[in-house]
């Protein structure tokens, strides 16, 4: 109900310069639901931003989880694997960019 109207119906039912206590109780309910219904709107978009934010923080949160385990199952290569020292260092320096990677990922957004 918009302001205009309940000032309309204010003066319509307005006996003798004061309103009847159940009248101006209904009127003051108006009011209120008209500033809750602002409040509303003004939560909802409150709440958009804060489910964008969070399905970003989620998306980098995947991103950082998979660099973590490629890293784990390199360095488990380097400890468990009877390889030269120059292929353990290529699976160390596979394990340090793809972490870099995601991290340089992370701050660009």
Avoid: P
């Avoid at 991103?63 to 468990?80: G, K, M």
């Amino acid at each position: 109900m918009s302001k205009e109207r309940l000032e309309r119906i204010k003066e319509r039912v307005n006996y003798h310069g004061h309103l009847n206590d159940e009248v101006e109780w209904l009127i003051e309910q108006a009011e209120r639901v008209q500033e809750l219904e602002e409040t509303n709107k003004k939560n909802y978009w409150i709440a958009s931003d804060f489910k964008f934010e969070n399905l970003k923080l989620e998306q980098q949160n995947k991103e950082l989880r998979e660099a973590l385990e490629f890293a784990n199952d390199e360095l488990f290569e380097v400890l468990h694997a009877n390889k030269s020292l120059d292929v353990k260092m290529f699976y160390i320096e596979n394990s340090k960019r793809k972490i870099t990677e995601s991290l340089e990922g992370e701050s660009n957004e």
